[in-house]
């Protein structure tokens, strides 16, 4: 079984930053990329970074220069850091973890349940 698990959701003012970890648990053989996505009240879940297991990223252009995503090599875990927050990123996000749990098993996307980012004054 695998878990994703988000956390470091909050309350903040503009201007402001957080960081949101994803952790990712279970019986793994390998994580092949770790993504981000948010989705904010009455719209579409939006993608916005992700990081392959070679460590490269990438970002949707509304967060490119405020987000960064990025790995703990201790563990599996993926932390997004957010700055300059606009209260345009109220949003629950959510991470997802591309991975095969064994060698007979299909790659697969697991998603967590999500952390309420709420950025307001």
């Known amino acids: 079984q695998v878990q994703v698990v988000e956390s470091g959701g909050g309350v903040v003012q503009p201007g402001g930053s957080l960081r949101l970890s994803c952790d990712i648990s279970g019986s793994i053989l390998t994580i092949y990329a770790v993504g981000w996505y948010r989705q904010a009240p009455g719209k579409q879940r939006e993608w916005l970074a992700h990081?392959?297991?070679?460590?490269?990223?990438n970002y949707t252009d509304s967060v490119k220069g405020r987000f960064t995503i990025s790995e703990d090599g201790a563990k599996n875990t993926i932390n997004l850091q957010m700055n300059s927050l606009k209260p345009e990123d109220t949003a629950v996000y959510y991470c997802?973890?591309?991975?095969?749990?064994?060698?007979?098993?299909?790659?697969?996307?697991?998603w967590g349940q999500g952390t309420q980012v709420t950025v307001s004054s």
């Open positions: 997802t973890a591309d991975l095969r749990k064994s060698y007979s098993d299909h790659l697969g996307r697991y």
């Open positions: 990081i392959t297991s070679g460590g490269s990223t």
